[in-house]
């Protein structure tokens, strides 16, 4: 994810000619959107959307990915990816399940970045996602020092853009329209 803020991100924003907007992100995306901001003073930089967001590394968190790898071994996740991944879903999946599965990256730990954020923030999780808690958003609030909105959405896991769409796009909206 480091390399992605600190390599891919800017050389993909300036390919693109971003000259002012919002960075929007979601999960692994969005811990890659707060270290780039945290990381860069960037001043096209308006705002970020974080969706369940990773700041540090949760053991519920792991043991959800590990059910992830039995499943898409032993179940039904790897024709269900498929839809979304089409014919790069090993590549996809076994390179975020084998990077968060790995003894080394239980020290994973990105708050030191979100201290240097200075863009707005809004903050979307679902009560019931699986990878992550509120308690990242509580230590996002803890280390940024620009404004954090949270909107948290009920009855909804780990994918708020899907499992409730309307209301997570109306939250983009409200931030947007807050931005100068």
Sequence with gaps: MHDEAFEVLPAALDRVGFYGGILLGH?????????????????????LVLIAPHFFIEPAGLAAIERARVAFVNGDLRPR????????????????????????????????HL???????????????EYGSLEQLDELETYCRASVTRFII?????????????????????LINRLP
């Design 154 to 174: 009920a009855n909804c896991g780990h994918a708020p853009h899907r499992e409730n769409p309307a209301a997570t796009l109306s939250a983009i909206h409200t």
């Design 115 to 129: 201290s240097d954020i200075a863009q707005p923030v809004l903050a979307i999780q679902g009560v019931n996602d």
């Design 81 to 112: 990816l498929e839809k979304h991944h089409k014919e790069g879903i090993d590549c996809a999946f076994w390179g975020w399940c084998n990077a968060w599965l790995d003894p080394n990256f239980e020290r994973w730990d990105i708050r030191k």
């Design 27 to 47: 999960s692994d995306g969005a811990s890659i959107a707060a270290i780039y901001a945290g990381a860069h003073s960037d001043d096209r930089l308006r705002g």
